[in-house]
């Protein structure tokens, strides 16, 4: 079936688009007003943009009438944000943090959520997340109702469960042992807990 | 036989005659012995305490039998906000037979109390036909309102950006905690100097809790002792300690899979397993007569305001389980309809009896294998 978008309504295509583009991964944004309140968040139209300089992308869709999410004004305010990854276990949590609160609260009080300061930039962080980055914004597009913020990592966190070692002694996260969860579409979430090699087919001819 | 100790320490305890005694007669519990079967007339009353909103359901006298129960309407719980942009939701009523502001009967005995938290997007009415089981065959029930998990909590959160009173928080720290200790002093103070005087034994708690409160069941029985008997609808909610725990759910439950239901049943120090096969989510509430899925397609489809992330995992939570919608969870009980709620409403209605009857009042054979058809005990 070919599908035009200009056949669909905007809340169809986010329909498509989350139930297509699969797994995503999720960004729990932690930002901070100019006055200093406190803002967590998740974002799964999120990816990683370059290792030299390492940076990232999450890009915060408008609420329907315009209006900016807090996490986009706030980055937009100060400059800098945290991108944490989930835990499963941390699931409840992400998920309460999606409905967005009134500006003046902060959901890391209102969840219960213990609060990390960043070390290298002033901005707010999920404890407990097997994966963590600090970002400096560098660029800003705007595309139609969404604003995507391309963040330069100035320090990344794992967390000792999450640890592992590269082949030169390096680290990396043993993506097991994070407890990763990707985000699908409808009210769906899916675990990584399944990891394959991908080996040339057993039968037939060979690649070329 | 520790049950007939406790009574008869809560005998000493209590030690005082019913407060209404005066103009009540004497009249006996004579129960069907069908647990599954109403007994007698039940009263019901709402009380505030340390601004906790708690409903008490009690045995009443046999002359309430012919007054009117009035039906209970959701349209207090709809917060203006979500009014004022969907316009009345004219909720259908759910049907009652509890008679408000009765007397409690004088049985010539004290009533064991059980208590009940809603779940995520519930509230404190949500499991009417339970509570007035349970009151029915001679409980005191008591259910309060959890604010952060309410049903008014969550139907602001459809909205993006949200409307005034959107509270995902339940979602974090459980809310419910502080409340079921608010309701547990309650009927202590109303044991010792209320119109539960004489009628209630404190000494005799038992914790229930649908969803997220069957959750709150398994934290509050570590946390208060007098809990005798736990039991956790749709939850996979377990204490640490060893106490008589009854988990319950249906295995066509697309919110709370029922295999992680499973996995806390393996570590429970001491409890037994019900399956309900092919019951979904909202099987042990009476929140599918609200009919939240209908008004979800009639009201939100043509919007374009809605949280389209949020959406689809919060209506589940009000129709999961329900007629009409159709399961989501892949196993063989599960195609096409869930069981009909007026197949697993005797069900639960008998499980909970004979479980908190065997561990609360110390009577009958507790929860059995092969009462019902399409039920699996361990």
Redesign the interface.
């Known amino acids: 079936m070919r599908i035009l978008p200009d056949d669909l309504r905007v809340k169809h295509i986010y329909q498509l688009m989350t139930s297509g583009l699969v797994p995503r991964p999720i960004a729990w944004a932690g930002t901070r007003s100019a006055d200093g309140i406190d803002n967590l968040a998740p974002f799964s139209y999120f990816m990683g943009v370059g290792s030299a300089p390492p940076s990232v992308a999450i890009s915060v869709v408008s609420h329907p009438d315009g209006r900016r999410k807090d996490t986009a004004s706030n980055i937009l305010e100060t400059e800098v944000f945290t991108v944490s990854l989930p835990s499963l276990e941390q699931g409840p949590e992400m998920v309460g943090s999606a409905a967005g609160l009134p500006p003046e609260q902060s959901e890391f009080d209102a969840l219960g959520i213990a609060l990390v300061e960043g070390d290298v930039v002033p901005a707010p962080r999920p404890g407990g997340a097997p994966f963590a980055m600090e970002c400096r914004l560098v660029q800003t597009v705007e595309v139609g109702h969404a604003t995507m913020f391309i963040g330069e990592v100035v320090c990344f966190h794992v967390a000792e469960a999450a640890l592992s070692t590269g082949r030169d002694g390096n680290p990396v996260v043993d993506t097991a042992g994070m407890q990763a969860v990707g985000r699908v579409g409808g009210p769906y979430y899916a675990p990584v807990e399944h990891l394959v090699r991908i080996m040339p087919k057993p039968t037939g001819k060979a690649g070329r | 036989m520790r049950v007939p100790m406790l009574m008869s320490i809560a005998v000493a305890c209590t030690g005082k005659e019913p407060a209404d005694s005066g103009g009540v007669p004497l009249e006996p519990l004579e129960l069907s012995g069908d647990p599954a079967a109403s007994g007698v007339p039940v009263g019901v009353r709402t009380i505030e305490r340390d601004g906790v909103t708690i409903e008490l359901w009690y045995p009443a006298p046999d002359s309430v039998a012919a007054e009117a129960a009035s039906p209970v309407d959701f349209a207090g719980f709809i917060p203006a906000s979500v009014t004022e942009t969907l316009g009345d939701l004219a909720l259908p009523v759910i049907g009652t037979t509890a008679v408000r502001d009765a007397p409690v009967r004088n049985a010539g005995e004290a009533f064991p109390a059980v208590v009940f938290s809603h779940g995520f997007g519930g509230t404190r009415l949500q499991s009417i036909d339970y509570a007035e089981h349970l009151a029915s065959r001679g409980y005191i029930v008591a259910a309060a309102d959890h604010p952060g998990r309410m049903l008014g909590d969550v139907l602001p ?1 459809l909205f ?3 409307l005034e009173g ?8 459980d809310p419910a905690l502080d409340d079921v200790a608010v309701v547990v002093d309650t009927l202590d103070v109303l044991a010792e100097d209320g119109f539960l005087s004489g009628f209630v034994d404190t000494e005799r708690l038992g914790m229930s809790g649908h969803s997220a409160g069957g959750n709150t069941t398994g934290a509050m029985g570590d946390i208060e002792p007098r809990f005798a008997a736990l039991l956790s609808m749709a939850a996979p909610g377990a204490p640490d300690r060893s106490v008589p725990t009854l988990l319950m759910d249906g295995t066509c439950d697309g919110v709370i899979p029922t295999e992680g239901v499973d996995e806390a049943f393996e570590a429970l120090p001491a409890g037994q397993r019900v399956r309900i096969l092919g019951a979904g989510h909202l099987a042990f509430s009476d929140l599918c007569t609200l009919e939240l899925g209908r008004l979800a397609d009639e009201l939100l489809a043509g919007r ?7 959406l ?2 919060l ?2 939570l009000g129709t999961d389980g329900c007629p009409g919608v159709v399961p989501t969870v892949v196993r063989e009980e599960c195609v096409d309809a869930w069981l009909p709620l007026e197949t697993s409403e005797p069900i639960i209605r008998h499980m909970s009896t004979v479980f908190f009857d065997a561990h609360l009042k110390g009577t009958g054979p507790g929860v059995q294998a092969g009462v019902f058809s399409g039920v699996e005990v361990e």
């Open positions: 959160c993006s950006p949200p959107c509270d995902l928080t339940g979602f974090g720290a374009d305001d809605v949280n389209e992330a949020l689809p995992q209506v589940a």
